[in-house]
């Protein structure tokens, strides 16, 4: 989506097509982060919702979806608009969009091991699953993420000069962070996250399905929820392949790169964002209770707040 002046061998065709995708891609992203934002707004006005720690790390997560989101989409804008940018600024808004990035996976295990915990042991749950301790876990999820990008900020520190980080670049993370001890590091962190993470939800899935009666529309509910996690993460895991995808797809569309580079910014950088507020939003009874108040004007008696 490098872009120059007309007159710099870009067709007016390709131009007016590119800003398209543009134009798309931030309907797209100012349309899921204002729903977000509706479903941010209904969980910090009622107590029920904050008092309960399923809805917390929902908050959480969709947080961290519009922070996830507004960056990936600035960077999209960036690189029509400008095409390179230096690379102090690249690392200013690369760096939280790695974290939230980690995030996403981690809080989805954690919200599977919450919903294993309300089905399988329904009478020391509200003992084990408090605020208090859930907020403790997404600091600890951030600390977690965090940690595991600042090894590439000290490396680049330390081996790169001043005219390095005044230089201009696409912003990528490759691009910032060119040490190939930095690839082989974040490849290995992000390959034992996942596998935590999905031995977590098939852990999860297959007590709730072996605990459970299957008459149980509690249980039921958890192990469609899980699977819905699920999915999430094979999103997720998207991201970690984008580079062998994108390879892939150049190899069989040559001729259609911006394409490619459009089609699969849209399938993983936006698509994961749209399924979080489908999830709790829709699915869940009591917040779409509340939700409705603000999305369809539907009055809530007081003494149901």
Not at 55 to 76: P, R
Not at 209 to 217: C, E, S, V, Y
Request: aromatic content about 14%; some cysteine; overall charge positive.
């Amino acid at each position: 989506m490098n872009v120059t002046a007309l007159g710099g061998g870009v067709s007016r065709a390709n131009f007016f097509t590119d800003l398209g995708k543009n134009v798309i891609v931030v309907i797209l992203g100012i349309s899921i982060n204002s729903v977000n934002a509706v479903m941010v707004h209904t969980f910090t006005r009622h107590h029920v919702l904050r008092s309960n720690p399923r809805y917390v790390l929902f908050f959480h997560l969709v947080l961290n979806d519009m922070i996830q989101l507004t960056i990936s989409i600035s960077l999209y804008i960036f690189a029509f608009a400008l095409g390179t940018i230096h690379v102090f600024i690249c690392l200013l808004l690369i760096l939280p969009a790695i974290i939230s990035t980690i995030n996403t996976p981690l809080n989805l295990g954690v919200m599977a091991t919450e919903c294993f915990l309300s089905v399988c042991f329904p009478l020391r749950y509200n003992n084990i699953c408090t605020v208090k301790r859930t907020c403790i876990l997404i600091g600890f999820i951030w600390a977690v993420s965090s940690l595991s990008v600042l090894p590439d900020v000290f490396i680049l520190l330390a081996t790169e000069q001043q005219h390095f980080f005044l230089s201009r670049v696409f912003c990528d993370r490759d691009n910032v962070f060119p040490s190939s001890y930095s690839k082989e590091k974040t490849n290995a962190i992000f390959l034992v996250f996942l596998v935590l993470v999905w031995f977590t939800l098939f852990y999860t899935y297959f007590r709730v399905l072996l605990t459970a009666k299957a008459a149980n529309a509690d249980a039921t509910k958890a192990r469609s929820t899980i699977l819905l996690h699920a999915f999430q993460v094979l999103l997720c895991t998207m991201t970690f392949l984008q580079p062998l995808l994108m390879q892939l797809l150049r190899y069989l569309f040559p001729q259609g790169v911006a394409s490619v580079h459009f089609t699969i910014f849209v399938i993983i950088q936006i698509f994961p964002r749209f399924l979080s507020p489908i999830i709790y939003g829709l699915r869940d009874k009591t917040f779409r209770k509340y939700l409705s108040r603000y999305c369809l004007c539907v009055q809530i008696p007081a003494s149901r707040k």
